[in-house]
């Protein structure tokens, strides 16, 4: 019966338009999120009642109130903060279905409205006595309560709940004092046990607005979390095509990031290599191609990042990193050789490692760091952009890599670099070897490298 009255409900009042078709991924984060909402809800209902219980217990109880045998507060106090409490545990413990939550909406009103009906017997007074009490009021709070979930259908259920709730009431209270109650003088309802139609009309007309604000509020922020949802999800797939530095730099600007965008900056480049992959990968099928590389970027981009490295981007079985082009550093040269050693030592390993579990030559891994001061730049258009490097240093770092296998080196920088990085504090791990004036490929004079390995 209750799975039918939630399924009513959602036929009557669709969820908000965002909602349709959403990525799994994205549905998730939002189930989530009502999770989290439920439990909020659990604990503030469960801070409502200890509110209650406390007011009951320590105000002075009012010199004019009986002392009934039962006094039915207590009661509705206890038995609507065991249930609140078990709802709270099943919110820890599982996605609470609508049926349960309509249930939840329900209680809440059966609780309250009986509380409140039960005020007119505490004080021997007739039954239309109890729809003065102030504690009327708390329906609102109830009904708030429900937008903290972000779906106003739960807000018209219980709005509606309370309004058929207090009319009912009303019904009661005729049935039960007799229709001599009823009374069109306002002086006459307000000083004594009276109905008067217009002013109860006039409380379900305000729970009723309430909802229906509350509703629409609730729905358009519905929308939004939808919306937002969606967008940290993409964002956060996004940002797996991106360096970590340059999705922050995206991220964290100020004004929109246009094409054409440039600043200088003393940077250093590294890039690597995997030489003779492109005629191994001739041989082997795609995917087993894919994750050779796979396996390789694995182990080397975090000792890249480590040192402040951000990869520019992946060339094939190639690789370009900077350091202090996206984010300004004083140390971007010992930062460099630094990553470009560590680089060295852990692709030995990996060529180890690759050719015991697959049977092959080992692959060499060539690098090669260049320090100098590069424009970092956003190129492209309106609908594609992207961030890079130009500059020198970037076309030197590139011929130096490619020179190491006329020197037969796996590591090289230039004399400068190297100067440049002592000076920022860098100590090369063994002994290195300075070439005076090496004939570098693309170069017109002739240049002092410095090989690392």
């Given at each position: 019966?209750?799975?039918?009255?939630?399924?009513?409900?959602?036929?009557?009042?669709?969820?908000?338009?965002?909602?349709?078709?959403?990525?799994?991924?994205?549905?998730?984060?939002?189930?989530?999120?009502?999770?989290?909402?439920?439990?909020?809800?659990?604990?503030?209902?469960?801070?409502?009642?200890?509110?209650?219980?406390?007011?009951?217990?320590?105000?002075?109880?009012?010199?004019?109130?009986?002392?009934?045998?039962?006094?039915?507060?207590?009661?509705?106090?206890?038995?609507?903060?065991?249930?609140?409490?078990?709802?709270?545990?099943?919110?820890?413990?599982?996605?609470?279905?609508?049926?349960?939550?309509?249930?939840?909406?329900?209680?809440?009103?059966?609780?309250?409205?009986?509380?409140?009906?039960?005020?007119?017997?505490?004080?021997?007074?007739?039954?239309?006595?109890?729809?003065?009490?102030?504690?009327?009021?708390?329906?609102f709070v109830f009904i708030a309560l429900r937008a903290l979930r972000f779906d106003y259908r739960f807000v018209v259920v219980t709005g509606a709940t309370f309004a058929i709730g207090w009319a009912i009431m009303v019904w009661a209270?005729?049935?039960?004092?007799?229709?001599?109650?009823?009374?069109?003088?306002?002086?006459?309802?307000?000083?004594?046990?009276?109905?008067?139609?217009?002013?109860?009309?006039?409380?379900?007309?305000?729970?009723?607005?309430?909802?229906?604000?509350?509703?629409?509020?609730?729905?358009?922020?519905?929308?939004?979390?939808?919306?937002?949802?969606?967008?940290?999800?993409?964002?956060?797939?996004?940002?797996?095509?991106?360096?970590?530095?340059?999705?922050?730099?995206?991220?964290?600007s100020d004004t929109l990031v246009e094409a054409g965008v440039a600043v200088e900056r003393e940077a250093a480049i590294m890039m690597l290599d995997i030489r003779g992959f492109t005629k191994l990968a001739s041989t082997m099928p795609?995917?087993?191609?894919?994750?050779?590389?796979?396996?390789?970027?694995?182990?080397?981009?975090?000792?890249?990042?480590?040192?402040?490295?951000?990869?520019?981007?992946?060339?094939?079985?190639?690789?370009?990193?900077?350091?202090?082009?996206?984010?300004?550093?004083?140390?971007?040269?010992?930062?460099?050789?630094?990553?470009?050693?560590?680089?060295?030592?852990?692709?030995?390993?990996?060529?180890?490692?690759?050719?015991?579990?697959?049977?092959?030559?080992?692959?060499?891994?060539?690098?090669?760091?260049?320090?100098?001061?590069?424009?970092?730049?956003?190129?492209?258009?309106?609908?594609?952009?992207?961030?890079?490097?130009?500059?020198?240093?970037?076309?030197?770092?590139?011929?130096?890599?490619?020179?190491?296998?006329?020197?037969?080196?796996?590591?090289?920088?230039?004399?400068?670099?190297?100067?440049?990085?002592?000076?920022?504090?860098?100590?090369?791990?063994?002994?290195?070897?300075?070439?005076?004036?090496?004939?570098?490929?693309?170069?017109?004079?002739?240049?002092?490298?410095?090989?690392?390995?």
């Amino acid at each position: 019966m209750l799975a039918t009255l939630t399924a009513t409900i959602n036929r009557a009042f669709p969820a908000a338009p965002q909602s349709e078709a959403l990525p799994d991924r994205v549905a998730k984060l939002i189930r989530m999120r009502e999770e989290e909402s439920e439990r909020l809800i659990g604990w503030v209902q469960l801070s409502l009642v200890a509110a209650m219980a406390a007011l009951f217990f320590i105000a002075p109880r009012p010199v004019d109130a009986g002392m009934p045998a039962l006094d039915p507060v207590p009661i509705v106090l206890l038995i609507y903060a065991t249930f609140t409490i078990l709802r709270l545990l099943l919110a820890y413990r599982m996605h609470l279905p609508p049926w349960l939550l309509v249930i939840s909406i329900l209680v809440d009103a059966i609780l309250l409205i009986t509380l409140i009906w039960s005020f007119h017997g505490q004080y021997d007074q007739p039954a239309a006595f109890s729809l003065k009490v102030p504690t009327f009021f708390y329906m609102f709070v109830f009904i708030a309560l429900r937008a903290l979930r972000f779906d106003y259908r739960f807000v018209v259920v219980t709005g509606a709940t309370f309004a058929i709730g207090w009319a009912i009431m009303v019904w009661a209270v005729i049935r039960v004092d007799g229709r001599e109650v009823i009374t069109h003088n306002f002086k006459t309802y307000l000083k004594g046990n009276y109905v008067l139609i217009g002013a109860e009309f006039d409380k379900i007309i305000a729970l009723l607005l309430v909802t229906a604000l509350l509703a629409l509020a609730v729905r358009r922020a519905r929308a939004m979390l939808i919306v937002a949802t969606r967008e940290q999800a993409a964002g956060q797939e996004i940002r797996r095509f991106l360096s970590r530095g340059v999705a922050e730099a995206i991220t964290g600007s100020d004004t929109l990031v246009e094409a054409g965008v440039a600043v200088e900056r003393e940077a250093a480049i590294m890039m690597l290599d995997i030489r003779g992959f492109t005629k191994l990968a001739s041989t082997m099928p795609p995917q087993s191609m894919v994750e050779i590389l796979t396996s390789f970027h694995a182990r080397i981009v975090p000792l890249i990042q480590q040192r402040n490295g951000v990869i520019d981007k992946f060339m094939g079985d190639g690789v370009m990193a900077t350091f202090g082009a996206v984010k300004p550093t004083e140390t971007a040269a010992a930062d460099a050789l630094g990553a470009l050693e560590a680089v060295m030592a852990e692709a030995a390993r990996w060529s180890s490692d690759l050719k015991q579990g697959a049977k092959m030559h080992e692959l060499t891994v060539n690098g090669a760091v260049v320090a100098g001061p590069v424009v970092f730049a956003t190129l492209g258009s309106t609908e594609r952009l992207e961030f890079t490097v130009i500059g020198d240093a970037v076309n030197l770092a590139a011929k130096l890599e490619k020179h190491n296998k006329t020197l037969g080196t796996q590591a090289l920088c230039s004399i400068s670099t190297y100067a440049q990085a002592v000076e920022q504090g860098f100590e090369p791990a063994k002994k290195i070897k300075v070439i005076k004036a090496s004939n570098v490929a693309g170069v017109a004079e002739p240049l002092d490298v410095v090989s690392l390995t």
